[in-house]
């Protein structure tokens, strides 16, 4: 193994940021801890989370924070330079793949699966030395954290934590006593790790064409068929959707089923990695292409209902891929301000500038957006898991919002932090190429943004009404953010009513189809602003957050006339708030919210 010491790497870390007026080039983000200086973050942790919890988890956020800045951050650097290889034979020429991974991607695993837990940190306790499961809002606020370092093992991660779920909900209690121990594990080198399957050559989409075969073969299910997209190729087990034979066409004739990699007796299951696909992004992780040889698998739940129990999987990756994004934009917000406020061009620091200025706040704003709304809805799922009714409709509009428009906004804030450094942004040894790459895949995975929106308009807004819960616990935040003035509640209640009025008629008409996307982001819009504003009204907060609400207000749910200057001389005075490296006072920025 040619694993370079570690504080060999952290030479380089401290080599990279001698940069500044020394030598020209600005820092970068290495070295920091990247809990720390999310001082968003830290607040609206306070706000979700028992003063207990918050308590005990606060030194692995802080742990975290300074791995994502430092250790974790090298790894990932240097796995996105070494991606996975596919072995399909041994030398005895045996079928039996497999995949050898770089040591920096195995360092990474340790830490997620093997110190972190996060695979098992949902569903038992003993993780972090908590005593019960962790709340959702530290899971996310958790993955957040590491995701500003590495995306790309995020995905095996969370897929094995959503694959624990669907066991632990669906499977029967033999499937459980089997599969459970192993991949609630802790024990890096005997845990089973979990993956999904569902797109096929013929459908990622359109789940209904999926032609994958299940077969009742000797009293066991054999599965038949070419999964073309797997990601976390070479997990123990994958979760996947099948037809068994004779079953309706479409959805409704798909089953659940576990797919271990090794059979009971040791020996590989019957299928083949053909091959990995060779990727834009994520490229630490081996997403592949599998070959279904009539191998062994175990049927999960209800044979009848196996989309229906598959989606509760697809939800979770969902609020985890909104997650990730704005994980990714917090660490170009972080890149972007720490190389702002170096760089200097004509005799000034560049965040002087009114124009980089206006640059940065398209980076921050929807950063900030981003952070809000996937805490809410962590929030959402902690009281869906507490029993309520309400937060579980709750919970189904805004994951979906979050996925949608989170991952969109990722991909112009890496390129606008990437253009903030300028040309060397463009060169691989920064980190924005990868956070570039990366960002694309999150409008593609659990669904395009075609495939979200419709969701939302049709399924969240038109058949569950969930909007409606929506705008009762948003009403419920404009009432209580009494400190925020009246007339700027007042506008983001407008703001509120005419979207969902917008909803409604989007999804009681078909032929307004193409306006789903429209909704989905109107929707996403307003419910961040109203959050934003409301979390700005809380004791001892960082009031900035309602000059982010003003800035989507403005520019996101009100008319604009492209011939007319879209900015108005409040922001010019908001900007230099949001700059000033203080905490904001309500009290301050009172005048500029109306
Ligand atoms: C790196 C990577 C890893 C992946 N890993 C996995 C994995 O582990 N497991 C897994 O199951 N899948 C995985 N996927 C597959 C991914 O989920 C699918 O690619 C995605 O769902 C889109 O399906 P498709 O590629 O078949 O595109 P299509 O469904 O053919 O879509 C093509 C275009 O048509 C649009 N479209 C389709 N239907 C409609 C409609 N009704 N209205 C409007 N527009 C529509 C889409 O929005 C899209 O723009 C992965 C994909 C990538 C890129």
Redesign the pocket.
Known sequence: MDAIPSHKSFDNVKAQNVGGAANHVAPDCAGQNFYAIDRGLRDLLQLYLEPNDFRRLQPHFDRLGVLAGGRLDELARVADKHPPVLNARDRFGRDEDWIDYHWSYREMEQIAFGDFQFHAMSHRPGTLGMDRPLPAVAKYALQYLFVQAEFGLM?PIS?TDTSIHLVRKFASAELKDYLLPKMLSGEIATMWKG????????????VGALETTARCEDGEWRLYGD???????DADVAL?LARPEGAAAGTRGLALFALPRRLKDGRRNAYRIVRL?D????RS?A?GEILLEGAVAYLVGDAERGLKQMMEQVNLSRLSHGVRAAAMMRRCVNEALVCARSRVAFGKTIIEYPLLRRQLLKIIVPTEQALSMFLFTADAMDRANAGSRQAESLLRILTALVKFRACRDNIPVATGAMEVRGGNGYIEEWVHARLIRDAH?G?????????NA?DIVTRAVGKSRAHRTLEVELTKLLDRATPIPAAFRDRLRLALDRTLVFAERVAAEPAL?ESARQVASSLYHIASAILMMWEAAQPGADARRALYARFVLEHRLTAQDPLQPRYGEWEREAAEFVFSERQVLLAEIAGLLS
Do not use: P, Y
Not at 195 to 206: L, N, V
Not at 279 to 282: A, N, P, R, S, V
Not at 443 to 451: A, H, P, Q, R
């Open positions: 995905c897929v993956t999904q399957f569902m797109t096929e050559r013929a459908g990622g989409s359109d999964k073309w997209f797997c990601s976390h190729a996947l696909k990727k834009l992004g994520t992780m997403s895949v409008v593609l995975w659990e669904g395009t943004s075609n495939i419709l189809e």
